[in-house]
Structure formats: C-alpha cells, structure tokens
C-alpha cells in the first residue's frame, strides 16, 4: 500500500503536470505595414529579383577581394568575440533550463571523536588525577582508579576491613573503566537529499524562454558583425585599389608636365617665352607631385586596416596587396527584391526582434513571483560506528515532503518588478520597429546613391576625354605660338582634376554597391538559423 508521504508526493506531481499554467503575455511576432514597394526608382542594373547577396563580393569577380573577405570571416576578432558570447548565451541557457529538474546531492562524513579524561560518575568521594567509584555493602568497599590518558589498565580495589584477610585487588581492560565508557569513537555518515521546486506558474519556463531568445540574438548579432565585416573589407579593398590607381595617374601627370616644363624651358632658352611661363611650369609639376605622399599613405592605411580585419596584424598583407592591380567592375544586374524581404534578412532587425521577445517572456517571469512556490524536499540518511553497520541500513533516516512559500509582505516589490519588466518591453518594441524603419532608410538612400553615382560616372568619362583632347591641342597651338602657355597650363589642370575625379567616382559605384548589398542584410546565409 502506498503510504502518506508517497501519495503526497505523487499528488504534487499530478499538480504540477496538470495545472503547469505561464503567467505573463503569450509573445507574437509584431506585424508592421511595410510598403510594397521602394520608394526610389530602381535604375542602372537595380531590379526587383530575388537579390543574390549571401556571397554579394563575388559580383565583383575579384579573387583577390573573394580571398581576403573569406579569411576575414574565419578569423576577425570581433567575429570570435560574437562566437564567445554565443557559447555565453547557450550556458545561461542550460542554466536556466536545469532549474526545471530537481537537485539532488550525496553527503558522506567520517570522524573520529577521542574522550581524554572520561567523565566520573556519580560517587562519595574522587580522587585527584583519576576517577573513582564506590561501591558499599555492609562494610566492604570497592574502588576503581582510571588512570590520565589512554592506554592504561583500571584497578579495582576491594578492602577488607573485618581482619578475615579478604582484601582484593583486580586488574581491568585498558579499553575502558568501571564506568564502562569508551575512550575512542568512530561514526560514519552517509547519505542523500533532495529538492525540487514545482513550476506550477510557469515563472522558470518563461526565464528559460527568455533565455533561448537571448542565445538567438547573440546568433544574429554575429551575423549582423558578419555583414559588417564584409562590407568594410570590401570598402578597404576598393580604397586601396583606388589609392594605388592615383598613384598611376600622379605618375602619368608628372610625366606629362615634366615634358611641358621641359618645352617650356627649351622655348624659354630660346628666348620664344618669359621666365613666367617656366615658373607656372614648374609650380603646376610640383603639386602634382605633392600629391603623391597622400595617395601613398592611403595605400598604406588600408592595408593597415585590411591586415587587423584578418584577424592580423597591420604588416599581414604588406607584400600580398602591395602589386598594383585595377578596380573591378560593377555587375551589369543587382537585384534588390522587395522590402518585406528585410524583416527576414537583416541580421540587426532579426536580433531586435528576438530582444523583444526576452523581453516579453520576463514579464511571465516576475509575475510568477505573486503566486506560491510549491518544492519538494527528501533526504535519507545513515550513521554507524562502523562502515559496515551502514550497509546493514542500520540507524537509517528518511524524511519526505511538499513545502510552500509565499510572499505575504514585500512592500510592492514584485509589482514594481513587474511594471520594470513591462517597461523595457515597450523599450524592446520601440527599437525593434526603430530598426525596421532604419533598415528602410539604409537601403533607399543606398539605392538611390547607387543609381546617382553611376550617372555621374558617365558624365566624368566624357570629361577625361575632353581634357585629354585639350591637353594635346593646347601643346600644338602653344608650340606654334597661337597660344599663351596659360591655355597649356589650365588644359593640363583640368585634365588632372577630372582622372582623379573620375577614378573616385568608379570607386563611390564601387562602395554605393556595397553599401547597398549590406542594406539589404548580404554576407549570411538564411539556412544557418535555427528558428
């Protein structure tokens, strides 16, 4: 038959099983109107296609960029941080969640109690450095004397007053004294106990869903670094691939108004011109070549920059990205798709999402605190003066039942908890649609600058034409003297100005393209979520 303790014990499991209700909201994703399409006009390759920007830089057709952005993903340290706090957010996950199972613990002790002076029983008289007894009938008396310390035999003394010579004396065990205590105890414990807290109201599942919902935030935030980082790796690549392009055009230029000056010095040796004319020469070759130092420290910078997004240091590509090799060209298509894809695809709009959802389910869980926290408690346990006596369950203990608690004055704190919780929902929601709008804001002005930049582009190769045409007819007219040499001097000025122009322009397509492919949450693959 089961007993009292036991049918009480399986009706608090009934309970919990049964009436195991969650307190606090139900979380449900927000549905926010999103338009249905782009406000500005998809032109220049953009499309409304499926966009293809989980490999985005491979677009570019670059081995080199292909390269350096895939070993930025396997070792940038912001990305090995993100992982950190990944196995972070998964532990206080499995923390949370071991506090839906009960506790139970093993206990085991062994001493060893040692009685230096024995106590005296009861008696007439003691005696000083022992202890006695005294045993009277009719005229006789006995005594025994303990002696100090262990070890050491008793001695009994029986005198014998009436002269008959029946005096006797009586040597005893050394384990103990006529009072039969022991001077040296063993005692074994052993043991276990047992707790386990009944989540009736549901107040650990909501801590344990909120915790899952931070371990998928951090998931997001590393993809959201992911993103990032492909992005700047990119943006670095082109800025050094730009640099080392004005390096070749200040070179050119050089080349070119150091043969001027040299026409110019020959024309003035010949008295056809006034030393102004060698002075303007000379000026307009030394700030061209002025130039040059700028353009060699920005090379320098972005191999720096490029080396510690690799996870390196700023010396890690100096040999590797040293070679000069050209800008690559846009792709002729971009899909951009619509911009309900963005709710699914932008790791940062994701990992607000799932904020608010952490957010949502501790609302349940301080709200679980106004109501009873029901617990099990157990613990079976033996002692023995000897091991063995243990394993014969002898002088065993158990003892089993429920417990409540609940909290019957605590001066409004859980309701103010609660209102906290609540609080920093709305703050959850506030962002997470603060996030979706700024998303929309992200990919619009990429798009637009995108578009823009390339029209710009064109109107900047038309110009490199011109001055290059100038260039060589204002040498021809200034050689046959139908010309000052200001007309030489402004055609090459001009020419110089627009090459570097329009090489910052390919560049800008270059880093707008970018900008746009990360607007659009590219750099991560969809299937890698687990929710």
């Known amino acids: 038959m089961m007993t009292h303790a036991s049918r009480m014990v399986v009706g608090a499991v009934l309970i919990f099983a049964v009436a195991g209700c969650l307190v606090g909201p ?46 930025a993903l396997a070792a940038n340290f912001d990305l090995r941080v993100a992982e950190s706090r990944i196995l972070e957010a998964r532990a206080a996950e499995s923390l949370t969640e071991a506090d839906l199972w009960p506790a139970i613990n093993a206990s085991a002790a062994y001493k060893r109690i040692q009685n230096q002076k024995p106590a005296s029983p009861s008696s007439d008289f003691a005696v000083s450095g022992a202890s006695a007894t005294l045993s009277r009938q009719g ?8 002696p100090v310390g262990a070890g050491g035999p008793s001695v009994t003394i029986a005198p014998d007053f009436t002269g008959a010579g029946g005096s006797r004396v009586t040597v005893g065990s050394p384990q103990g004294g006529a009072s039969g205590l022991k001077r040296r105890t063993d005692l074994y414990q052993g043991g276990f106990d047992a707790s386990w807290e009944l989540d009736l109201f549901g107040g650990t599942r909501r801590e344990a869903e909120a915790a899952q919902a931070q371990r998928e935030a951090a998931e997001e935030n590393r993809r959201d670094i992911q993103v990032s980082l492909s992005a700047e790796v990119a943006r670095q690549y082109f800025s050094l691939r730009r640099a080392q392009a004005s390096l070749d055009i200040a070179a050119k230029n050089i080349e070119l108004q150091r043969d001027t000056l040299g026409l110019v010095q020959s024309r003035f040796d010949a008295g056809l011109t006034s030393e102004l004319d060698v002075q303007n020469a000379t000026a307009q070759l030394a700030v061209t070549e002025a130039s040059v130092p700028g353009y060699a420290a920005e090379v320098q910078y972005a191999i720096h920059r490029l080396g510690v997004l690799l996870g390196g240091g700023p010396g890690l590509l100096q040999e590797e990205l040293g070679p000069v090799v050209a800008l690559p060209a846009a792709p002729p298509e971009v899909p951009v798709g619509l911009p309900a894809d963005l709710l699914r695809r932008r790791p ?6 799932r904020e608010l959802a952490a957010s949502t389910a501790l609302i349940g869980a301080a709200t679980a605190d106004l109501f009873p926290k029901v617990s099990l408690t157990g613990s079976f346990t033996g002692q023995d003066d000897a091991l063995y006596g243990i394993k014969r369950n002898a002088n065993m203990m158990w003892s089993i039942g429920p417990g409540i608690r609940w909290p019957v004055f ?6 103010a908890n609660i209102r906290i919780r609540n609080a920093r929902q709305e703050q959850a929601l506030t962002a997470y649609e603060k996030a979706v709008m700024t998303s929309l804001e992200d990919v619009e002005n990429a798009l637009v600058a995108y578009a823009k930049e390339q029209n710009r582009l064109l109107s900047l190769e038309k110009a490199v034409e011109a001055n290059t045409s100038a260039v060589a007819i204002a040498n021809d007219l200034y050689t046959q003297g139908l010309v000052s040499f200001l007309s030489v001097l402004e055609a090459e000025r001009s020419l110089a100005a627009t090459e570097v122009q329009h090489l ?7 880093t707008h393209l970018t900008a746009l492919f990360k607007s659009l949450g590219g750099g991560w693959n969809e299937a890698e979520a687990s929710y």
């Open 26 to 71: 139900d979380y449900a994703k927000p549905d926010l109107a999103m338009p249905d399409q782009w406000n500005a006009p998809l032109e220049n390759g953009e499309q409304e296609g499926t966009p293809q920007v989980v490999q985005w830089w491979r677009s570019f057709g670059d081995a080199q960029l292909d390269s350096l952005v895939e070993r």
């Open 139 to 146: 005229a006789s008396v006995a005594a025994t004397v303990l």
């Open 410 to 415: 605590d001066a409004g704190r859980v309701r």
């Open 504 to 510: 910052q322009s390919r560049a800008a397509v270059l």
């Open 348 to 353: 940062d709009v994701r990992r607000a999402e």
